[in-house]
């Protein structure tokens, strides 16, 4: 991770790395001199296919929550596109298609052997950038939130999730 100067004070993209999906990931901080903004980015493109159906199906599952809106829907759409990851977003979709109303618990199952393997950093940032995006559609609802926590729990990652929340 490298930190940047940046203008912006929100999840954005450099355009011109565009192609190495690089995402910048925006905190404005402030000290009493003067306001600036730190941007850490970290590549995504090193994702495998796997890695990155299960990041979809997290993003998609957290959305479900309440059904699928348009501006879910976009995001959504945006970030198989910057991932190259159509397949893998239409995947996710038909996962949660088979049995929406179990939809969840298939896809703790699913995620649990997957995260097992990727290390803590991953994880939470796999879970930060879920709960960004729905920081981005401008709510978070009880029961995403939740469930994000309970996927957290699961991932031995708890304690770390609820700090970045605070920050």
């Known amino acids: 991770m490298f930190a940047v100067a940046c203008v912006c004070g929100q999840l954005t ?17 402030r000290n009493k001199y003067s306001k600036y903004y730190i941007c850490v980015y970290n590549t995504l493109f090193d994702m495998t296919s796997e890695e990155k159906k299960a990041f979809l199906l997290l993003k998609l599952i957290i ?19 910057n991932l190259d990851a159509q397949a893998e977003l239409e995947w996710a979709n038909e996962f949660i298609a088979a049995d929406y109303y179990n ?4 896809a703790q199952s699913f995620l649990e052997p ?19 995006a729905n ?9 995403e939130a939740t469930a994000m926590i309970k996927l957290a729990q ?10 970045m929340i605070k920050s």
């Open 13 to 29: 993209q450099n355009s011109n790395l565009n192609r190495l999906n690089i995402y910048f990931f925006c905190k404005k901080i």
């Open 63 to 81: 959305f479900s929550y309440h059904g699928i809106d348009e501006d879910e829907q976009a995001i959504l759409d945006e970030t198989a596109q």
């Open 103 to 106: 939809a969840f618990e298939r």
């Open 114 to 132: 997957i995260m097992e393997n990727l290390d803590k950093d991953k994880r939470l940032d796999y879970l930060s950038k879920v709960w960004n």
């Open 135 to 143: 920081n981005q559609k401008g709510y978070i609802s009880e029961m």
């Open 154 to 163: 699961d991932w031995d990652i708890e304690e770390e999730l609820i700090e």
